[in-house]
């Protein structure tokens, strides 16, 4: 790299850790980008002249709101709601909404920034956003959902809207949580606006993959990077991390295609079987019963459970992190290298650290990071917006094969675009270039807004 670019790259990154105080996610988040767009800076001068990275880098606005609601047992209680709108220069802002304790500023800030990247990369007209709340859905009743949803809502829907911002689903906000959002917008509105929120059931205006879209797209992925080197994934084992939604239907996209899946986990612990995974038992556990993963071993006693233990640790051909972020470190990316381990494609959004990142690069298997790999729900999520816009419902297949094409199409741009800035095989590279590139084009030609 240039040594004058490469100081303006440092500079900007030291802007930004000054401006975002105690925001280590965003930052990794904004490094893993602009440490690779030296080579664009070189070939497109015009983008240092307009600070466009300074701009990207900067969200477009940050919304944090308090959200009381009431409890079954009658107690007040108190959580915190974001909304970060971080680049609509393709299109309205697009992202989930995450419900969970760890949630900060910080987690949505990194979450947008990735979004807006991962959305140019999937071809679709949608700009990025992120939003969510500290509150943790787990264990509560339908009733407390429902009320803390009704509360998020009520101040959320004056800030959103099919074209201005789309929000979905994410981790701790499924079928049950959009439905009581879309619900209370619905009320508060008077208006039937099917395309102010994606995810939705297909009964009312949802599309058909959208719930298998994001695990089944980084198959598609894994199974083009894999190609490309005249491998096919039938017969290969593999490890998935996390037990929800982008575990489970990565799971089963696995399995259709003659894979053995071995393990899987949630915050307590993993489930590794031997002879592969019992698809219906987990969806069983997880979905129906909203239990824990270790119940898993109560139908099928030749499982092993450990508590609190590493999934990477279980020997694997291919792995899938599609549990949350900075859950694969250096070390871990290691043992999956020394145990046989071909190629990573993650389901989540950036769940390996930089260390274990350099780890797979440097070991030259495939590494499909989480801005191509785990585009497919939102890709799903924009085409449930063409239905919702045109009043049509497509059928799963149609919808499956457009999602498929969408996954081809981007793993064919990252891997031309790192093969053309000489870094074969560079999917990070390829990824952080070809999302750049198209939102930088749209912000120069918009001047300077």
């Not at 959580?79 to 970060?84: A, E, P, S, W």
Request: proline share 4%; with cysteine.
């Amino acid at each position: 790299m240039n040594a004058t670019i490469k100081a303006r790259i440092e500079a900007i990154f030291d802007q930004v850790i000054k401006r975002n105080p105690g925001e280590p996610e965003f930052h990794q988040a904004v490094w893993e980008v602009i440490d690779t767009l030296g080579p664009v800076l070189h070939k497109h001068p015009e983008y240092a002249e307009q600070k466009i990275i300074e701009r990207i880098c900067e969200p477009e606005r940050q919304i944090i709101f308090r959200v009381p609601w009431q409890d079954d047992r009658g107690e007040v209680q108190i959580n915190r709601g974001f909304r970060v709108g971080f680049n609509s220069a393709l299109g309205p802002y697009k992202g989930g909404l995450r419900f969970h304790p760890s949630v900060s500023l910080g987690t949505i800030k990194f979450l947008g920034f990735e979004q807006t990247f991962k959305n140019a990369l999937s071809g679709m007209p949608i700009g990025g956003a992120k939003g969510g709340s500290d509150f943790d859905p787990k264990n509560k009743s339908d009733g407390d959902v429902m009320r803390f949803c009704q509360s998020f809502m009520t101040e959320l829907y004056r800030h959103i809207g099919e074209f201005t911002d789309v929000p979905a689903g994410d981790i701790g906000v499924g079928a049950r949580e959009i439905g009581y959002l879309f619900g209370q917008y619905k009320r508060i509105t008077n208006r039937y606006e099917s395309g102010v929120i994606t995810g939705k059931s297909p009964a009312w205006g949802g599309a058909l993959v959208r719930r298998e879209a994001t695990g089944y797209g980084t198959v598609y992925f894994a199974r083009e990077m894999l190609n490309v080197r005249g491998v096919s994934l039938e017969g290969k084992t593999a490890v998935v991390s996390g037990s929800g939604n982008v575990a489970i239907y990565a799971i089963e996209k696995l399995q259709e295609y003659g894979v053995k899946v071995v393990a899987c986990s949630d915050s307590s612990g993993f489930i590794h079987d031997p002879d592969g995974l019992d698809l219906d038992t987990i969806k069983q556990i997880k979905e129906v019963e909203r239990g824990r993963i270790g119940a898993y071993r109560v139908t099928h006693k030749k499982a092993t459970y450990t508590a609190n233990g590493n999934i990477w640790d279980v020997p694997c051909d291919i792995a899938f992190p599609c549990a949350t972020q900075n859950e694969l470190n250096e070390a871990s990316a290691r043992t999956l290298v020394a145990n046989g381990c071909i190629a990573v494609s993650e389901g989540a959004n950036m769940p390996t650290t930089p260390e274990g990142v350099k780890v797979f690069l440097d070991a030259g298997i495939c590494y499909g990071p989480g801005k191509a790999a785990n585009a497919g729900g939102v890709a799903t999520s924009a085409l449930e917006m063409q239905q919702n816009a045109s009043r049509d419902a497509w059928s799963f297949e149609y919808t499956d094969k457009k999602l498929q094409n969408i996954m081809m199409d981007i793993h064919r741009d990252c891997y031309e675009t790192a093969k053309e800035y000489g870094l074969k095989n560079n999917y990070v590279a390829g990824a952080n270039i070809v999302g750049f590139r198209r939102v930088a084009a749209a912000m120069l030609a918009f001047g300077i807004i």
